[in-house]
């Protein structure tokens, strides 16, 4: 009976350690495990940030330095006449090697936006489809910062390669001094 006794108390004992001592411990540890696993995933993602934060930095600064680039290639004038006239001039140069044949040449009022000067020049003419492709191939290849802002075209001659009556309202960027 006293070796029942004993068994009985041993068992007690066992059942009081599982329940009052290693069941707040297992609990406790499952917490710190949630906490570490909470800290790691933010840990983690600001590591991501600061990577991110680093490539941000670096294409922010190549941006910059292409703009400054593309800034060199803007006209500098000194005169809102000086600034429509070369722009005429380009657009007419760019006119005569694609063979288009120009009737008008037409200015709109001058803008200004942030130190810049945009000049808007109207051309009328007349040419066929691949005269056309040509000059906006020109214009697009151009280191002068131009835009098409109206394009209107009319068909004449429904033969194999018809006239074309364009109009084309162009706006240049030149930077004021």
């Known amino acids: 009976m006293r070796q029942q006794v004993i068994a009985i108390a041993i068992i007690a004992l066992a059942l009081g350690l599982y329940f009052y001592i290693l069941t707040p411990i297992a609990t406790e540890r499952e917490d710190i495990k ?19 934060e680093k490539e941000t930095g670096s294409e922010i600064k190549n941006a910059t330095h292409e703009l400054e680039r593309m800034e060199k290639n803007i006209r500098a004038v000194s005169d809102e006449s000086i600034a429509f006239a070369k722009l005429q001039s380009r657009l007419q140069d760019m006119a005569d090697k694609s063979s288009i044949n120009i009737v008008a040449v037409r200015t709109r009022p001058a803008t200004t936006s942030s130190g810049y000067l945009i ?15 040509e000059f906006f191939r020109l214009m697009d ?6 835009k ?24 240049g960027l030149s930077r004021k001094i």
């Open 141 to 146: 290849s151009s280191r002068d910062y131009m």
């Open 34 to 52: 949630k906490s570490i696993n909470a800290k790691y995933a933010t840990l983690s993602k600001y590591e991501q940030f600061i990577t991110k």
């Open 148 to 171: 098409v802002d109206k394009f209107e075209i009319n068909a004449s001659g429904l033969g194999a390669d018809p006239t074309l009556r364009v109009r084309v309202l162009v706006e």
């Open 119 to 133: 000049v808007p020049v109207e051309m009328e003419g007349t040419a066929d489809i691949k005269a056309l492709n």
